[in-house]
């Protein structure tokens, strides 16, 4: 049974996600399980997969016990339902979706949507969002993870875009709770290169945290 705490500690604690984008679904879960190998234990299947439901389902039949597969650029609850079904232990979306949030509590699923704004952080955590993503993060300095946290005590924040091996430890240095990479790593596709360097990427994560 999907635990909600459990899905969304083991984020946290993992701090990295991720974002898988690949042309085709043989390419997805080659990428993926690759990653793994890697030491990467959270996983955001994007819903620009063809086929992006089945990748969930191929992945989530052989992960490990302490991995978690999750569904990204769900742009609407229809699609969230699909990998719900297909296996997807947490949903992520580019923007707020008020339908998509109340789907996600009824199936007792974490629901990380983008938002911008301190008024869409503000009614994401209205709809019961735990973790909400800052989207995209290079349109700001590391430093609004700060600003954000001031007045909005409690908030977790996950970067996605913008984030490198090289800002990380900025990210971190201000407050980010978890950082999502996608094309840094998804793009190399030989899965050996990709293993070397998702294993540099946790470890980096992990001195920075440590």
Known sequence: MINKVRILKGIEDEAFVLVLRTNTKEEGVTVANAAINGGCNVIEVTFTIPNASSVITELCKEKKENVLIGAGTVLDSET???????????????????????????????????CFTVREIVEAKEMGVDVVKLFPGSAFKPSIIKDFKAPLKGLSVMVSGGVSFDNMSEWFKYGCDVVSIGSAIVNLKDPKIVEEETRKYITRVKEIRS
């Open 80 to 114: 969230a339902r699909i990998a719900i079904l297909a296996g997807a232990e947490f949903i992520v979306s580019p923007s707020f979706n008020k339908e998509t949030a109340i789907l996600c509590n009824r199936y007792g699923i974490p629901y990380i949507p983008g």
